[in-house]
């Protein structure tokens, strides 16, 4: 009796282990196939903004506490480097209630009064101008998106402009940053319609193409009517080394002892007309924050700048924290150099960039 009973427990067991062998096995073989296949959905969307030419008009809209402005421009694209856009008319703007109806009404008069100043006939000549346009996602950024971000392709049954589209959505494996969802053509991967949340899911910012056409003859020919109206702006800064960045300094430039997670340094930048300054340019593959670093003294009496802002205490030194919609903007000097650190990171987190900014200042 008690062996018989020896044998339905060890079959049991058996078939318990052999269950559990199989769910891992079968883990191991799903797991990295979805990876695989986010990561090629992301691949094909990068390569078709560097290989796909396309021309169409596209709705620019951007939502903010100060109101929404859409914009409707026309987009000619060949490359990540001929990739133009020009601004055909403003389609619509609202003031939100807090902009028409806050306390301040002084400073929203002011500010309308400076709106309309801009909106002179050297303002309209410059935003009718060609301006070099973005690709979203760049080469070099996948594999850090695919480390910080959840992607996920899932079929649309929406057409846009005429085409089918399918979907990658992009989540945030840490809080406090945005979601994207990403509409692009099953034909060839070309985005048609992007929106980006906010980290409460609140929709800040979609471009959506209402016309788009992937003939290449026709890209070619409009490409070369359009390039006698496009004047390319001159680089106003190029990639330099950390040594270099030293020289330019005529100190050691300061790195952040933190930096929120996910995130690396992605390049320094010289800034052309702007002596004894450098950037340094953060990202996590999709979000950026910048840091601006300079010994001219000239930068410290920037009152302009600083109107506008609240003055805080970090670390014992005075900084001037400032909000524009989702970006934060910080200034302050340490030691011998003036910062300025600007991005759409939550404000915690960004004060812990300048604390540990602070810190090392002191330290040096």
Known sequence: MQTHKYLIHHKDLRRKRNFVWYMVIALLLWGPHTLFADISTLERIVEAESNVSYIGIRLKTFISPRGTRTFEALVIHKSPEIFYEKKLSVVGERKSFEDSRGEDRGDN?????DEDRRNGR????????????????????????????????????????????????VTPKFAGRPTLRVFFARENGVILRAEALDPEGVLRAMSVYTRISFDAEAVERKWK????EIEPKPQRSYSISLADGEKIL????????????GFQLQDVHSIKDREHSIHLIYTDGFLDFSIFETTDKRARRGSERHRGSDVIEIAGT??????????????????????????????PEMQKVVESIIHKAKEK
Request: aromatic share 12%.
């Open 109 to 113: 008069r002011r500010r309308d009064r």
């Open 122 to 169: 050297e303002r309209t000549r410059e935003e009718n101008k060609w301006r070099q346009a973005r690709t979203l996602f760049s080469q070099k950024d996948v594999e850090l998106i695919a480390q910080n971000y959840n992607l996920e392709k899932s079929p649309s049954t929406e057409e846009i402009a005429n085409y089918e589209t399918d979907l990658l959505t």
């Open 225 to 228: 009517t359009f390039q006698k």
């Open 250 to 261: 005529q100190t050691k430039p300061i790195q952040p002892e933190y930096l929120p997670p």
């Open 318 to 347: 005075h900084v001037h924290k400032r909000q524009r919609g989702p970006t934060y903007t910080f200034s302050w000097s340490s030691s011998d150099i003036h910062f300025f650190l600007f991005g759409e990171m939550p404000a």
